[in-house]
T-cell receptor, first 113, second 112 residues
Framework: AQSVSQHNHHVILSEAASLELGCNYS??????LFWYVQYPGQHLQLLLK??????LVKGIKGFEAEFIKSKFSFNLRKPSVQWSDTAEYFC???????????FGSGTRLLVRP | DSGVTQTPKHLITATGQRVTLRCSPR?????VYWYQQSLDQGLQFLIQ???????AKGNILERFSAQQFPDLHSELNLSSLELGDSALYFC???????????FGPGTRLTVT
């Protein structure tokens, strides 16, 4: 079955630490990839997306992600986190011509000041 | 602000009841999606409408139904509510083609 895995459920970092959140999907066809962020009490906001082209994509707030097709991965990175990055991060995948998004289980990030 | 609006923000109701959640997509978006977010199931796709027609169905219970009206707003109807239906219900919209989805603020449903 098609699925999206986020292996880190909870991550705790200190400010200025580097961040990498893993995302893997199980599907061999064409995919579009997304990272969304959900700040406490708020709705999902799009951080970045990959459709085609350069596998290294840059998003808002200093986030970037790299699509590695051979590893079925789309990991999210940020060189230096801030307290305001405390939120839940969701990886989402759209597979082939389907319009629905399949979400990972989310990673809760806590950044300590 | 994504431009997607949802009402109401909070809804508290009893088991066995029926509720209607409303969503207005971003201006110009023809597709509306409904998702359910719960602690045990995570974010699950329920259903998609495109310009008034049902386009895709996900893990939507038979007790749930949706529609999209000519003005493109959508309603999600949940009936015979059970305690397990307590969740956040998000609506998202997107434009033509496989573009990104923009999410509304959600409706928090509590079934008591």
């Amino acid at each position: 079955a098609q699925s999206v895995s986020q292996h880190n459920h909870h991550v705790i970092l200190s400010e200025a630490a580097s961040l990498e959140l893993g995302c893997n999907y199980s599907y061999g066809g064409t995919v579009n990839l997304f990272w969304y962020v959900q700040y406490p009490g708020q709705h999902l906001q799009l951080l970045l997306k990959y459709f085609s082209g350069d596998p290294l994509v840059k998003g808002i707030k200093g986030f970037e992600a790299e699509f590695i097709k051979s590893k079925f991965s789309f990991n999210l990175r940020k060189p230096s986190v801030q307290w305001s990055d405390t939120a839940e991060y969701f990886c989402a995948v759209r597979m082939d011509s389907s319009y629905k998004l399949i979400f990972g289980s989310g990673t809760r990030l806590l950044v300590r000041p | 602000d994504s431009g997607v609006t949802q009402t109401p923000k909070h809804l508290i109701t009893a088991t066995g009841q029926r509720v209607t959640l409303r969503c207005s997509p971003r201006s110009g978006d023809l597709s509306v999606y409904w998702y359910q977010q719960s602690l045990d199931q995570g974010l699950q796709f329920l259903i998609q409408y495109y310009n008034g027609e049902e386009r895709a169905k996900g893990n939507i219970l038979e007790r749930f139904s949706a529609q999209q009206f000519p003005d493109l707003h959508s309603e999600l109807n949940l009936s015979s509510l059970e305690l397990g239906d307590s969740a956040l219900y998000f609506c998202a919209s997107s434009g033509r083609g496989p573009s990104e989805q923009y999410f509304g603020p959600g409706t928090r449903l509590t079934v008591t």
